[in-house]
Structures are given as C-alpha cells and as structure tokens.
C-alpha cells in the first residue's frame, strides 16, 4: 500500500500550481520531503493525474535501455528521466544505471523474486543399501528384533533403578 494517497498528492500539487506558497514551505507544512514533492509535481506536469495513482509493475532490458540512453544523451537527472518515463521509484534509473555499469545489458534483465514456485517434482534417486532390511533372511531379522526387545528392556530397567535412587536421596533429605 503506498503512504500517500492519490487525493493527498493531487491536493498537494494543486496548492503548488496555484501559487499557494513554495515546495520546501508545503511539503514542510505536511512534512513530506520537498524532494517527493518536485518529483509529484513534475510527473503531473508531464503526464497529468495519472501519475499520482498507484502503479505496480516492471520493466524490460530494452526499456531499461532506452531510459538510460535518453538520460546520457539529453544530460538529464534521474529524477527528470523518471519524471519523463513515468517511473514511479525514483531510485530506479540510478540502480538501471548502477546494474548496467557492473554487468552490461544482461543486467538490466528482470529476475524472478521470490522462492521458486515448486521443489522438483520426484526425489533424487537414492542408491539400493546392500543390507537393506528387505533383503535380510527372516531369521536374521528375528533375532535383531530380540536383540532390540533386550536392550530396551536393560535401558528401562535402569532407567527405574535411576528412579529410585532419585526418591531415596529425595527421602532422606526431607527427614
């Protein structure tokens, strides 16, 4: 959701183009950034009231291109490119411009954002154990669950010993 609505920004440029007072005197009356407000103001001047309503989306490489080569060729500001173009961030030319630096074209690509939407659709495959449970003779597997049944047993056994020597200490305490 944007911080400033569409009528609060039209109200605020309409003061502005009517001579109300000056940007740093409104935007300090309403403490915005004068800045935010030259930008709102310059953006209705070259595109009208719909430069002050909401806007979501994103750009290609070759429109990113094009802002960018208007920018250099005409000596603009990023804020005046994006005043032109209808780029409602104003930082983005300046990162357009950045990202191209760093990496050419290719880096004016839009990525994905997010988590991929999916994990892939079957699991690695897992090579077969050469003792795998199921190829183990029943006897085998009779005896290790013997084996298990024991050791559970000893552990449980201990376990209650533990117990009891826990209350007797609890015991003589309390007397």
């Known amino acids: 959701m944007a911080k ?9 440029v309409d003061a502005y183009l009517q001579g109300e007072s000056g940007i740093k005197a409104l935007a300090a009356r309403h403490e915005i950034h004068h800045a935010m407000l030259e930008r709102w103001v310059a953006a ?7 430069a002050l ?16 080569k208007h920018m250099w060729r005409d000596e603009l500001s990023g ?15 300046a990162r357009w411009a950045r990202l191209y630096d760093e990496g050419g074209i290719n880096a004016l690509v839009p990525r994905p954002r997010g988590r991929p939407r999916q994990m892939n659709a079957s699991p690695p495959d897992r090579p077969a154990q050469a003792n ?3 190829t183990r003779p029943r006897e085998e597997l009779l005896k290790e669950i013997e084996y298990l049944r024991a050791e559970v047993a000893y552990l449980k056994k201990f376990d209650a010993l533990l ?9 003589k305490k309390r007397k």
Not at 4 to 12: I, N
Not at 163 to 171: D, G, Y
Request: hydrophobic residues 25%; without cysteine; proline residues 2%.
């Open 79 to 93: 804020r005046e490119v994006s005043a032109r173009y209808d780029i409602r961030d104003a930082g983005s030319v």
């Open 44 to 50: 209705y001047r070259e595109h009208g009231s719909a």
């Open 132 to 134: 795998s449970p199921d």
């Open 53 to 68: 309503r909401s806007k979501y989306g994103s750009y290609d490489a070759q429109f990113k291109m094009r802002v960018l």
């Open 4 to 12: 400033y609505d569409e009528r609060f920004k039209q109200r605020l």
């Open 163 to 171: 117990q009891a020597k826990k209350q007797a200490a609890q015991k």
